[in-house]
């Protein structure tokens, strides 16, 4: 397997423009978790899913965050308007018993 | 969060041994994990304890302590490239949660 799969790995926008991240999971994956990391902060934990459906986003900043995972193999984040302080690193994480993380995507706001 | 705490630095010697220890909530859990994390690098597994007691992969270890809520990794034989951040992170209900993390420091 080819593991966690993130796109863009690297992303530079301005503000007020709408940023989506990708995430394909672990085939048989049934956990899906987004983070964001940052040094002040460290990894949050924004949403997670099981089977598709959301079940936590009680780490999700502000209205301007929204996640989907309309099937197994895929999961969006997407920050409309972004902002300067959305700057992080955001991972991708699935899950059955192991959590593996794919290599992220590092998002600057200017 | 899930009140994750683990100490923010270590420093040790090439070839020492350093334990670095977790403490977390015991609501809800259902088992604990420990990540290496390089600079610019995602988080790689290390280890995942569910029942009590130690267990050994390696030069490394975990130790799991239900009723106390308590957790360490133990780097035996350190050497340079274990120079990292390593996460404690505690599944509770099923979301999983990490500390800031404690940053070792091998020195030569």
């Known amino acids: 397997d080819a593991g966690v799969i993130q796109s863009p790995r690297h992303e530079v926008t301005e503000m007020g423009q709408e940023v989506t991240l990708r995430c394909k999971p672990i085939?048989?994956?049934?956990?899906l978790f987004w983070y964001r990391q940052t040094m002040m902060r460290g990894l949050e934990l924004l949403i997670y899913?099981?089977?598709?459906?959301?079940?936590?986003d009680s780490g999700m900043p502000e209205d301007r965050f929204s996640a989907k995972m309309p099937n197994a193999s895929f999961s969006t984040l997407k920050i409309q308007p972004s902002e300067p302080r959305d700057s992080a690193v955001y991972f991708c994480?699935?899950?059955?018993?192991?959590?593996?993380f794919g290599e992220g995507s590092r998002l600057t706001v200017l | 969060g899930q009140n994750i705490d683990q100490p923010t630095e270590m420093t040790a010697t090439e070839g020492a041994i350093v334990q670095i220890n977790c403490t977390y909530q015991?609501?809800?859990?259902?088992?604990l994990f420990w990540y290496q994390q390089h600079a610019g690098e995602a988080p790689t597994f290390l280890s995942y304890?569910?029942?009590?007691g130690l267990e050994e992969k390696g030069r490394f270890s975990s130790f799991l302590s239900r009723s106390k809520g308590y957790s360490y990794l133990l780097l035996k034989e350190l050497q340079m490239k274990d120079s990292a951040s390593y996460l404690c992170?505690?599944?509770?209900?099923?979301?999983?949660?990490f500390g800031a993390g404690t940053t070792v420091t091998v020195r030569a």
């Open positions: 994480a699935s899950m059955s018993g192991e959590l593996f």
């Open positions: 085939s048989g994956h049934d956990y």
């Open positions: 899913f099981n089977n598709n459906v959301p079940i936590d």
């Open positions: 015991t609501s809800g859990f259902n088992g």
């Open positions: 304890n569910v029942l009590d």
């Open positions: 992170a505690s599944l509770n209900d099923y979301k999983l949660s």
